[in-house]
């Protein structure tokens, strides 16, 4: 009843470095940004300084917005065609020579300004719609170089015509003289747009700058305020938080040396690895002898952190929601004790609120979700069940994160958020499966499994209810008993149900042997009792043989180990006392106990030793004279004692405390098993 040691097996210690090496090589390398704020909310800190230069970052919605607008405009793309310039010019010379003097330059004049200018089509842009909405800008290439140019720093060619007759009325000073010579030379009808457009190129261009949109929008100079203590933080403001925070993490983690940044998560890694390895120490210490369990252990908190370090390496936090944390609880609590799964639940999720903005937060959220779900999984796993506890869970997250986010701890997206809480909640029925291939890999027992074997109706009980049914009951008993024990301080219930309904299936090959079927099975009133004309040795050896004979009736059925082990714990290595005595009356040799003994183990668990005590209790309880309080407690306390005198407690985990609770169980079991009764009274004839 001691505490054990520090595991000295270097394999215990295994696991925790395979979880120190993943944590440390995943963990960020930037600082995190220590404040918390929240678009309508006020400033609650000092007035914040920029340390530096930053970009503002646009937000997913302008992004959004100006990938649609790219989408859905594109800028018109013209070479300017030095072919048609020529030829027009040309025909410009010869009807400008038939020109009076005082008409010809400054026609000539305005007609090479229009063409320098450009002249593009009027109806280039009816047959897309995008290029009607960019009207305002266009792309002209002159040569091997293309600028943009505004629409409106060119003509189109009805604007060029009338242009160019304006320009003719302007210098002949009369619109008669000026009608004449348009009537006589129709040079607008022969002008030509000189600016081509050219289709295949504005959809390269197009493609391109759709992709490349810048994601800043202006840019903030180191010593500004950004925002000041109890300001509203508005959407403009918490924009340019977010920037700075986005630099900080990026700019702070860059500032320190790569070597320290590994020390330092080195460091980080070890003191989250060492509350796994004490948590385990001071809850279940017998852990560490079992491989499968420990390395289970580790696998799950490598799950757990993995996926939140990855959320925050990749910068895809928003996605968290979408993560059933609360998985990570039922996959403990199909195999642990609630002594175990709940510390370590807690201790899973520590990355989450070291890493993940907003951590503190959701770690609360999330360390209540779990915790609600283990009590309710208790009830409600199976079938459609586990859908009712998803449904709780998911109104229990869902609320706390709407109170949290209008309290100011919590940002995002409502909807989207909701929506994926829900996800994540549906996900853990479905992910809660795998227990069944994580009982294979890990070489596990599952709950499920315990629930299956202490069904009454599997074939190995049917078969001691029908050869032992005195010992059938007996078990029964024993495991009502083991139950509100076990409940008392905290052990595996599902585990010590098994043990005490398989603890006597090696009595199945002899049953009569043993005094509660003896009476059962009598062939008559006058049928010798079995031990009548045994020897001392031999109904000793009778006796202890249904341990080794129940440990090959589990070997042959299969059962887990740890329901086994209760076949050989549940004497220990105890003295058959009563045929001792027989045999040392009847003047044998004391020296020779060995031939009396138990072919057993002591207990070691919690569950062992609360079953050694309750089969001894309830078998020995049948011969109590007196049903007195006083009288069960005396009884109780001698059988307990008897097990400490003989040694029998000498390797196990209770404690004190914890027998002494299990002594008030059974005192109180008692009572309520051997409660009197009213005797009423018969009818006078």
């Known amino acids: 009843m001691t505490s054990k040691p520090l595991p000295a097996a270097f394999k215990s210690y295994i696991p925790f470095m395979v979880y120190f090496a993943i944590v440390a090589l995943l963990m960020p390398r930037a600082a995190k940004f220590e404040y918390e704020y929240k678009s309508g909310s006020p400033w609650g800190y000092d007035s914040l300084v920029s340390e530096f230069d930053f970009p503002i970052y646009k937000t997913e919605e302008q992004m959004m917005k100006e990938r649609v607008e790219a989408e859905t405009s594109a800028v018109p793309y013209f070479r300017y065609s030095e072919s048609v310039t020529s030829r027009c010019l040309t025909q410009l010379a010869a009807v400008a020579s038939e020109f009076p003097d005082s008409l010809r ?4 004049d305005e007609y090479r300004r229009l063409f320098e200018q450009g002249v593009m089509p009027d109806d280039f842009s009816k047959a897309d719609k995008r290029l ?5 800008l266009i792309y002209i290439q002159r040569g091997k170089r293309a600028l943009k140019y505004p629409v409106t720093e060119v003509y189109k060619l009805s604007a060029a015509r009338l242009a160019l007759n304006s320009a003719l009325r302007k210098a002949a000073g009369s619109d008669a003289v000026a009608d004449s010579l348009m009537e006589a030379f129709p040079f607008a009808d022969k002008l030509e747009p000189n600016l081509v457009f050219d289709r295949e190129m504005t959809e390269i261009v197009h493609s391109e700058e759709s992709l490349d949109i810048s994601p800043t929008q202006g840019f903030v100079s180191a010593g500004t305020v950004i925002v000041s203590n109890g300001e509203l933080v508005t959407s403009e403001i918490a924009q340019m938080l977010d920037s700075y925070k986005k630099e900080y993490e990026s700019y702070m983690g860059s500032d320190t040396p790569e070597p320290l940044v590994w020390l330092f998560n080195s460091i980080l890694a070890l003191i989250l690895t060492l509350i796994i390895f004490f948590v385990l120490y001071f809850s279940d210490s017998s852990i560490f002898e079992k491989d499968g369990k420990l390395w289970y252990i580790i696998f799950v908190a490598l799950l757990a952190a993995v996926v939140t370090l990855v959320l925050v390496k990749v910068e895809r936090t928003e996605l968290v929601y979408l993560v059933s944390y609360t998985i990570f609880a039922l996959y403990m609590q199909a195999f642990f004790p609630n002594r175990t799964i709940v510390p370590l639940y807690l201790v899973f999720l520590l990355p989450l609120a070291l890493f993940m903005p907003h951590g503190v937060a959701l770690y609360v959220l999330y360390a209540l979700a779990g915790l609600v779900a283990i009590k309710m999984f208790d009830r409600f796993n199976r079938g459609l069940a586990q859908f009712f506890t998803a449904f709780v869970v998911f109104v229990l997250v869902a609320t706390g994160y709407v109170v949290m986010r209008y309290a100011g701890l919590l940002s995002g997206v409502l909807v989207r958020d909701i929506i994926y809480i829900a996800v994540a909640s549906l996900l853990s029925v479905a992910l809660y499966q795998l227990i069944f291939l994580f009982e294979r890999v890990f070489s596990l027992l599952s709950v499920a499994k315990l629930d299956e074997l202490t069904d009454t109706s599997n074939p190995l009980l049917r078969s001691l209810e029908l050869k032992a049914p005195g010992t059938f ?3 029964l008993q024993v495991m009502s008993m083991a139950d509100a024990a076990a409940r008392a301080i905290g052990a595996d219930v599902h585990l010590i149900r098994a043990g005490a309904l398989y603890h006597d299936i090696g009595k199945m090959n002899n049953p009569q042997c043993f005094i509660e079927n003896e009476s059962l099975l009598k062939t008559g009133d006058d049928a010798p009792l079995y031990h009548a004309g045994l020897t001392p040795e031999q109904s000793a050896r009778d006796i202890t043989r249904h341990v080794t004979d ?3 009736l589990a070997r042959r059925a299969r059962l887990p180990e740890s329901v086994a082990a209760f076949i050989l714990t549940h004497h220990g290595d105890n003295l058959v006392r009563s045929f001792f005595n027989k045999f040392v009356n009847a003047g044998g040799d ?3 106990e060995d031939n009396f003994r138990y ?7 919690r569950e062992q030793v609360i079953l050694m005590l309750c089969d001894t209790i309830e078998a020995a309880s049948r011969t109590l004279k007196a049903h007195t309080p006083q009288a069960y407690s005396d009884f109780v306390e001698a059988m307990v004692q008897a097990k400490i005198d003989e040694n029998q407690l000498s390797e196990s985990e209770i404690s ?5 609770a299990v002594k008030e169980v059974l005192k109180n079991y008692l009572a309520q098993l051997y ?6 009274p018969k009818r006078k004839k």
């Open 105 to 108: 330059q400054p026609f000539t």
């Open 132 to 136: 009607a909405l960019s009207e305002s």
């Open 473 to 475: 009951q007996h078990s």
């Open 550 to 552: 129940g440990m090959e």
């Open 590 to 592: 004391p020296a020779l």
């Open 599 to 605: 072919k057993g183990s002591k207990p070691v668990t």
């Open 656 to 660: 004190l405390k914890e027998l002494g």
């Open 675 to 680: 409660h009197e009764r009213t005797v009423y």
